[in-house]
């Protein structure tokens, strides 16, 4: 039921810079709340990446960046390494459906 | 540290009931809202439900309204989801995370480790 539409595969070399998009609708990313960002490592639950479109809790390098504007929200990971290599999700809260949050459809981020 | 231990996962029968708990630790639990959010096999995340931090508020999604309900026992520190009339597809990890509130506003800022329900004959 992901209202949030993200790419489903980006790569990119170690060193490099990837972004991932996430493209929602007026009732959600569009009417102005916040997207937050999240990475899963294989076989381990989800962990808070981004919060509030572009700001990291502590301890989430500074290789990891956020933007958002009109129904779309894109994250950036600037230096690719090898431990990035996971899904990202992003999330925001809805306004119209039969659920309160909406998450993305997953990226599969992979260091070649 | 802040912690969310899930347990009470396991293979029930379609129809059959079932109740995960969520035990939380590091951090004030009566002060927060709590999330459920399971993750079918190789697919996405699914939110399932909230709780408000005293419990006088809860929501569902509409896959599960009316068959799931969402509690907490703030003496205990736990959050608990009761699943009646289990279908195939709420087969799924169930994660159990943390509303950050304040700067964090509506973000899951912390999870558990996830617990498997699997609904089979």
């Known amino acids: 039921q992901s209202v949030l539409t993200q790419p489903p595969s980006v790569s990119g070399a170690p060193g490099q810079r990837v972004t991932i998009s996430c493209t929602g609708s007026s009732s959600n990313i569009g009417a102005g709340f916040d997207v937050n960002w999240y990475q899963q490592l294989p076989g381990k639950a989800p962990k808070l990446l981004i919060y509030a479109n572009i700001n990291r809790p502590s301890g989430v390098p500074d290789r990891f960046s956020a933007s958002k504007s009109g129904t779309s929200a894109s994250l950036a990971i600037s230096g690719l390494q090898a431990e990035d290599e996971a899904d990202y999700y992003c999330q925001s809260y809805d306004s119209s459906l039969s659920v309160l949050y909406v998450f993305g459809t997953a990226t599969k981020v992979t260091v070649l | 540290q802040v912690q969310l231990v899930e347990s009470g996962g396991g293979v029930v029968q379609p129809g059959k009931s079932l109740r995960l708990s969520c035990a939380a630790s590091?951090?004030?639990?009566?002060?927060?809202?709590m999330y459920w959010v399971r993750q079918a096999p190789g697919t996405g995340l699914e939110w399932v439900a909230l709780?408000?931090?005293?419990?006088?508020?809860?929501y569902y999604a509409d896959s599960v309204k009316g068959r799931f309900t969402i509690s907490r026992d703030n003496s205990k520190n736990t959050l608990y989801l009761q699943m009646n009339s289990l279908r195939g597809e709420d087969t799924a990890v169930y994660y159990c995370?943390?509303?950050?509130?304040?700067?964090?506003?509506?973000?899951?800022?912390?999870w558990g480790q996830g617990t498997l329900v699997t609904v089979s004959s």
């Open positions: 995370a943390r509303r950050g509130g304040g700067n964090y506003n509506d973000a899951f800022d912390i």
């Open positions: 590091g951090f004030t639990f009566s002060t927060y809202t």
């Open positions: 709780i408000s931090y005293d419990g006088s508020n809860k």
